[in-house]
């Protein structure tokens, strides 16, 4: 009876120490199975994250000249108009400072009843009308100068994306950046499930070891 009961005994810690082993072995496998599919994941990510990088070289090279050129011609309009605007300054500041004293004279004519009325009259007629023909003149290349400045830098900028659209590299970065999003998503779920087979594995060995 001794000798059946040992045997049952043996038997049941055979079968124990089986089940043990195997589910000690299958954690092992999915431990292995997780780190592995973390490197995996982490040299996807980083070759992800390069290519993006490779991708914004090629647009950024073929923009630079037309950047340049933009910052050119910013300065070029920036000083034309300020040379401008400085000439039309200088131009009516003798015309601008006739026509305040001449509106003076003007303005104490009429209090004094002055015989010089008409003849301050005509005078200050006749700076208005210079002051007049000097700002239409000289304000009127400053609009101009103004206006193809504008224009030059504005058409700059337009190159400037035309560039970036049809060198292929914006497309490109973006269809790059989604893979990456898509990759990242993907090793999420994988390493998730790894988790979750070892937590499994963990129990079975639990349950295992006190004999299922």
């Known amino acids: 009876m001794r000798d059946a009961c040992a045997a049952v005994m043996e038997s049941l810690e055979s079968r124990t120490l089986f089940s043990v082993a195997g589910a000690m072995a299958q954690l ?27 991708d914004q070289v090629l647009p950024a090279t073929n923009v630079a000249p037309l950047v340049a050129k933009l910052n050119l011609d910013l300065q070029s309009a920036r000083s034309a108009v300020s040379v401008d605007r400085g000439n039309l300054r200088t131009a009516t ?10 509106r003076v004279a003007v303005r104490q004519d009429i209090v004094n009843h002055s015989v010089n009325l008409a003849a301050d009259e005509k005078t200050f007629a ?47 970065v973006l269809q790059d950046r989604q893979t990456l999003i898509n990759d990242r998503l993907n090793c999420i779920t994988q390493l998730t499930n790894d988790r979750q087979a070892i937590i499994a594995d963990q129990l079975a060995v639990i349950v295992a070891r006190r004999g299922g």
């Open 126 to 172: 006749a700076a208005q009308a210079r002051l007049a023909a000097e700002r239409s003149t000289f304000g009127s290349k400053l609009i101009a100068d103004s206006s193809a400045g504008s224009a030059v830098v504005l058409a700059d900028r337009q190159a400037i994306i035309t560039a970036r659209l049809t060198s292929g590299g914006t497309a490109t």
């Open 93 to 102: 500041s003798g015309d601008r400072i006739a026509v305040n004293v001449d």
């Open 28 to 54: 092992q496998t999915d431990v292995t199975k997780f780190q592995t599919d973390a490197i995996n994941c982490n040299t996807l990510i980083a070759m992800d994250v390069q290519k993006i990088k490779s």
